[in-house]
């Protein structure tokens, strides 16, 4: 079963990243963008095919490792 | 309008970040898991409310900036 996981930064943590992207963006030309967020997507595979036990399993992926859950939140999609 | 970039490595292009986080992951015990790729997704807003000049915004955005096009490929989600 294939996996997304997508980890974005919960909502009042700052994000250089998304600063320095917008402000890059902004000296390209770009001058309303605002809101600038990076995230991260994991695409995966495991032999699970069971959704709810494959779904357990990557959310034990993210609580010990995929995702810093004091500052980020993570979605699970199976595909 | 609000919009989510999702970037990710074109397919054969090798991930490091991907094989280092799937190395891990087995040595948490998730053995059977594979192929893990790890891209990054992107939120931003802009002013622009016709959706397909929003479009044309951020494609331009991803074409300048954004994503690596020699080796990274992009979807833009308007929201």
Sequence with gaps: MKANVTITLKKGVLDPQ???IE???HSLGFDG???VRQGKLIELELPETDREAARAQVEA???KLLANTVIESYRI???
């Design 23 to 25: 402000g890059a963006l």
């Design 33 to 35: 963008v605002e809101n």
């Design 18 to 20: 998304g600063k320095a």
């Design 77 to 79: 999609d199976l595909v």
């Design 61 to 63: 992926m993210c609580e």
